[in-house]
T-cell receptor
Framework: KAGVTQTPRYLIKTRGQQVTLSCSPI?????VSWYQQTPGQGLQFLFE???????NKGNFPGRFSGRQFSNSRSEMNVSTLELGDSALYLC???????????FGPGTRLTVT | KNEVEQSPQNLTAQEGEFITINCSYS?????LHWLQQHPGGGIVSLFM???GKKKHGRLIATINIQEKHSSLHITASHPRDSAVYIC?????????FGTGTSLTVIP
């Protein structure tokens, strides 16, 4: 069974631009969670989608948004990029509850 | 205030040494994970615990719910164990993460 995939793997954007990241969960998994990892803050929870609905949300500004499609694939969007948004963005999928998650390889976003 | 505290932050060991990484948390949890992250970013879940002790190969994880503390032990450490180890607790409907322990095992 294929693992969680994320595209693109690397991305360079300019301050003020917007970006969309994609995550394809393991087949059959209906929950997708997104995380931001930075050297200063470590891993932080962004949000979780289940069956196309946002089920949980972390403490990030509204510039960070996401959605999930009927095939469980998820996208995360960051608008008006700031230098501090430079990070590794990880998604993780699970069957139903998030108690056991499988992580993707991450997308490394650099904002210049 | 961090809900999850890990120690040590950095650890260097000689191959073959016994290693312990500690995790303390301040919130009520339904589960605790130990994650391993290699350079390049990929994260693998090593253990999921809600009580007691689990063992997988040379890795052992324990949790004491009353004391809100967990430990990850690596016996007979090997250079391939070099990675960042992250403690993550599931509280409510989201995960909270420790800042990680960077382990380097020297041959």
């Amino acid at each position: 069974k294929a693992g969680v995939t994320q595209t693109p793997r690397y991305l360079i954007k300019t301050r003020g631009q917007q970006v969309t990241l994609s995550c394809s969960p393991i087949s059959g998994h209906r929950s997708v969670s997104w995380y931001q990892q930075t050297p200063g803050q470590g891993l932080q929870f962004l949000f979780e989608y289940f069956s196309e609905t946002q089920r949980n949300k972390g403490n990030f500004p509204g510039r960070f948004s996401g959605r999930q499609f009927s095939n469980s694939r998820s996208e995360m969007n960051v608008s008006t990029l700031e230098l501090g948004d430079s990070a590794l963005y990880l998604c993780a999928s699970s069957l139903g509850t998030i108690i056991e998650q499988y992580f993707g390889p991450g997308t490394r976003l650099t904002v210049t | 205030k961090n809900e999850v505290e890990q120690s040590p932050q950095n650890l260097t060991a000689q191959e073959g040494e016994f290693i312990t990484i500690n995790c303390s948390y301040s919130v009520g949890i339904s589960a605790l994970h130990w994650l391993q992250q290699h350079p390049g970013g990929g994260i693998v879940s090593l253990f999921m615990l809600s009580s007691g002790k689990k063992k997988h190969g040379r890795l052992i994880a324990t949790i004491n719910i009353q004391e809100k503390h967990s430990s990850l032990h690596i016996t007979a450490s090997h250079p391939r164990d070099s990675a960042v180890y992250i403690c993550a607790v599931l509280a409510g409907n989201q995960f909270y993460f420790g800042t990680g322990t960077s382990l380097t095992v020297i041959p």
